[in-house]
């Protein structure tokens, strides 16, 4: 770390001292920032010429790196050197550029701007992919120049990738050809340029007009993360569903149940449900309860257990969190994810809705595990589980390389466990080859949308196109439903936070730009597919990163609980299909680390519920089924949620200070009922008020407040 730091400095320090120079010479020479010659030019035949704008190149960088570093690659700035990962965890790895189809785009020169010359252990390789290798399907990558940064401080075309080498640095590349490029891939080793420019002509183009999602009931965003321990009672764990667990548990609306790949697979071919592998818990029977009370699940196992480490892995690279592929397989091939493809076909036949399941894969473990246990039994189409999620957070770059996955690599081991990629597994792989109505989601991503557009290119690239319901030509992809992470902290809200970082309520985080990118994307590539949430939340230790903060007038388990619920307002107003919270009860050792303290029902004192998991419940229960209308206001916020042509208001302060506001409500009627919540109740307090010629006036407060009419 000592090293990088002094590398940053060193690399700032010359940057500066170079633009400096510059303008000084820019003085003398009378050109202080006259008029741009970068402009395109509208040529008679409608095309566009000239260079192309950084608004019409989508990059991504398939490693662990910010969407905003990328980009900076293509802002214009020469001054300033780009670094997309100090400490590299893919290497080499690969950045692509993508045009839009639409610009019919012709590459006519590309450049590069050479900052410090500081390549010193490998260039940088270009490959370019061609429209018509991608119409026809073979995807052919041709050879494009290599930037070896020798150029100091000049832009440059680049080597001749046929004769450069590092003892031969003089060879230039030129462009043969116009290339009616669709891709460009760069293959990084170390560093990058400080910016890239494409020169061409292109057709106009207008990007699509902000995406308006449908809206889903407030009550979607009610859900929460659990484990087996949160439903049935260690201790007696044959006994089912542990009844003061459930009660405390039934306020909210859907389940993510966050279990582990031994769970199901104790030993390789040996599968347990009813009681499972591990802990022995009766996954039939709340199973069961859920649906029985409304309660939809998502399963999301995780983790590789031992018996697949041992069998591929070494044991110094061994460890729970790994990719499940052998160490040498190729990240992204289909076919080195047979195990994890198998995994879930089982668990999609036994949960899902389709009951004709060939007897062989029904196949249990049916001598129990300890004497006087239930035995399990071969069941299929028990139709008790909705939702499939593809692992947990497969870009977990703090884990190292063998258990990071970027978004092709990770497009891969979906479209194995989504239907056997296409059915070319063979019987016996995948969620929809057991039950085509299960719904597959991707598994809550920590990066940004560039991952997501690793998965799509490699789903244009492998598995083709289709036509959906509209006849619509479509990528074909191997997921329903779009998923990412979000904790709202002062540390932009990523999973980046240090020992001086906080939460921050979601209003005043970036929640509100990340959502609609990744709607955005949806709409766009996706063909507007839901986008969900699958882990938020904060923690009550004074010392998290990841703390709700208290107030004056707010405690911390209170500011839990009122930041939890505006933020399901907010993510119910944006456009999101579901939230799951992080998670049911804090962890068994409790500490100051994050996510340890995340817990909204108190475990050690009897399963009670904290203020976070009251509000759901009462939120649920008054207005489980509404959906959001439009927003009146935005400081206070005032929103208006619809169900059957009965209305809804909610206002609050979106702020983190105890800060009040008033607002006057129009309401049209003689009287009105205030709701307010209330600890340690199953329902809201409900006040009934006069109004004033059908108004009335409210004092806000960071609480949010319910009023509808009488």
């Known amino acids: 770390m000592k090293g990088q730091a002094i590398e940053k400095i060193a690399r700032l320090t010359q940057d500066r001292a170079f633009v400096l120079l510059r303008e000084t010479r820019q003085f003398f020479s009378g050109n202080q920032g006259g008029a741009s010659n970068d402009d395109p030019v509208l040529l ?85 992919v061609r429209r018509s290798a991608v119409a026809d399907g073979t995807w052919k990558r041709e050879q494009g120049p290599v930037f070896d940064g020798k150029d100091f401080r000049e832009w440059t075309t680049g080597k001749d990738p046929l004769s450069w080498s590092p003892e031969n640095t003089d060879a230039r590349y030129t462009l043969p050809e116009a290339i009616d490029v669709a891709y460009i891939i760069f293959k990084i080793d170390t560093h990058v340029p400080n910016e890239i420019r494409l020169t061409g002509n292109w057709l106009p183009y207008k990007e699509p007009a902000p995406h308006v999602p449908e809206m889903a009931p407030i009550g979607n965003m009610l859900g929460m993360v659990i484990l087996w321990p949160d439903v049935v009672d260690p201790r007696n764990v044959w006994d089912g569903v542990a009844e003061h667990k459930w009660e405390a548990l039934k306020g909210y609306t859907c389940f993510r149940d966050y279990t582990d790949w031994k769970t199901f697979e104790g030993k390789e071919g040996e599968f347990s449900y009813e009681p499972s592998a591990w802990g022995g818990a009766l996954r039939d029977t709340y199973y069961q309860r859920m649906h029985d009370e409304g309660k939809e699940v998502m399963v999301c196992p995780q983790k590789v257990p031992d018996w697949f480490q041992e069998a591929n892995y070494p044991p110094e690279q061994r460890g729970e969190s790994n990719v499940p592929k052998a160490w040498d397989a190729d990240g992204e091939d289909w076919k080195s994810y047979e195990k994890v493809a198998h995994l879930y076909y089982r668990i999609s036949a036994r949960y899902g809705r389709n009951k004709d399941i060939p007897e062989e894969f029904l196949s249990v473990k049916e001598k129990p595990f300890y004497p006087n246990q239930p035995a399990n039994k071969p069941k299929a189409g028990l139709g008790t589980v909705q939702y499939m999620q593809v692992d947990n957070e497969p870009d977990r770059y703090w884990h190292g390389r063998q258990a990071y996955q970027n978004g092709r690599e990770y497009a891969a081991r979906s479209s194995a466990c989504y239907d056997g990629h296409k059915g070319k597994m063979g019987p016996g792989y995948g969620v929809k080859t057991a039950d085509p109505s299960m719904q597959v989601v991707v598994g809550g991503l920590v990066g940004d949308i560039g991952f997501m557009r690793g998965m799509i290119d490699w789903s244009k690239e492998n598995r083709g ?64 597919m839901p986008v969900q949430i699958s882990e938020t939340g904060y923690d009550i230790h004074p010392e998290s990163p990841q703390r709700a903060m208290a107030t004056p007038t707010r405690s911390i388990l209170q500011t839990q609980a009122d930041w939890g619920i505006r933020a399901a307002l907010l993510y119910a107003r944006l456009g999101i299909y579901r939230i799951y919270t992080y998670m049911a009860t804090d962890v068994t050792n409790p500490s100051s680390g994050k996510y340890s303290t995340s817990g909204e029902i108190d475990k050690v004192n009897g399963y009670k519920r904290r203020p976070a998991a009251d509000f759901k419940a009462q939120l649920n229960k008054l207005m489980g089924s509404y959906t959001y209308k439009k927003t009146l206001n935005t400081d206070p916020a005032v929103d208006v949620y619809e169900l059957n042509k009965n209305e809804i208001y909610v206002l609050w302060i979106p702020d983190q200070v105890s800060r009040t506001g008033e607002y006057e409500l129009s309401l049209g009627t003689d009287k009105a009922v205030v709701h307010s919540f209330v600890e340690g109740a199953d329902e809201m307090k409900k006040e009934t008020v006069m109004t004033k010629n059908g108004k009335l006036k409210i004092i806000v407060t960071e609480t949010p407040v319910f009023v509808s009419r009488q």
């Open 465 to 528: 196109y289709k036509l959906n319901d509209k006849g619509q030509k479509v990528v074909d992809l191997p997921f329903d439903i779009i998923d990412y992470h979000v904790y709202h902290n002062t540390a932009n809200s990523t999973q980046d936070q240090q020992a001086n970082t906080t939460g921050i309520c979601p209003e005043l985080s970036t929640a509100t730009e990340r959502a609609k990118d990744f709607l955005q994307l949806s709409y766009e590539e996706c063909g507007g």
């Open 44 to 128: 008679p035949s409608g095309r566009y010429k000239g260079i192309l704008p950084s608004e019409f190149i989508q990059a991504y960088h398939l490693s662990h790196s910010k969407q905003q570093d990328v980009l900076k690659l293509f802002d214009g700035d020469v001054d300033n050197s780009v670094v997309l990962d100090w400490t590299p965890l893919v290497k080499p790895s690969e950045l692509w550029v993508r045009i839009p189809e639409e610009l019919e785009f012709n590459l006519e020169n590309m450049e590069f701007y050479d900052g410090n010359g500081d390549i010193v252990k490998g260039a940088m390789r270009t490959y370019f």
